[in-house]
């Protein structure tokens, strides 16, 4: 049944490291509904469960030395950039909020994509979602990344928070990419090009 809070995902898995002759590895399958908004938010809870206790994320095919792994919101960055880096044809971000700090700190990386040939595409929330005294900042957030050559997409209310490199590398979690929030907050880095055909659908048919 569906769960979010810290202390019983402790409590679960707490029960899984029980020690037993030959056990080398414990998995936790979640399962996750992306297209209901509880649902989806209790699982970025969850995932902040997982990263609190030393769990690594991983998808159906990944290999054991991938780096894919649940980073938080101070060691995330470094490893986005790269993958922004990487980019050959396609970068998506879809963020509900983006804050200059955070637009200027990613700029440098997001031009060299551009300049490479990569189409980047945000997904935000439009300026009147924002209270009226944030707008004008938010104004100049947006055009520091459109006079970069950024296409910027407006969907009222959303509150998916992903990224996906080249249709296969996918960033899923509870952190706004693109501005600042609570340290408890998680994203977890995995490549898979299913899930991340099935997150573009969300946004893009939407």
Not at 93 to 105: C, D, E, G, L
Not at 185 to 201: G, N, Q, T, V
């Amino acid at each position: 049944m569906p769960i979010s809070w810290k202390g019983t995902i402790q409590q679960y898995a707490g029960r899984l490291h029980r020690l037993f002759a030959d056990k080398k590895e414990v998995q936790i399958y979640d399962y996750v509904d992306i297209h209901l908004k509880m649902l989806e938010r209790m699982y970025g809870r969850r995932l902040n469960g997982y990263a609190s206790i030393g769990y690594k994320a991983k998808s159906g095919s990944v290999a054991a030395d991938s780096i894919d792994i649940i980073f938080d919101n101070s060691s995330f960055l470094s490893v986005f950039n790269n993958d922004i880096l990487a980019a050959t044809r396609e970068i998506l971000i879809v963020s509900p909020f983006v804050t200059r700090r955070r637009a200027v700190q990613m700029l440098q990386h997001l031009e060299i994509a551009v300049r490479n040939g990569s189409r980047v595409v945000v997904i935000t929330r439009p300026p009147e979602d924002y209270r009226e005294t944030d707008q004008v900042a938010l104004q100049g957030s947006l055009a520091i990344l459109q006079d970069a050559g950024i296409q910027m997409i407006f969907r009222p209310n959303i509150h998916q928070k992903f990224a996906v490199t080249d249709q296969r590398i996918v960033w899923y979690g509870s952190i706004n990419l693109l501005s600042f929030g609570s340290a408890e907050e998680s994203i977890m880095r995995l490549e898979s090009p299913a899930i991340a055909s099935e997150l573009m659908k969300t946004v893009y048919n939407s």
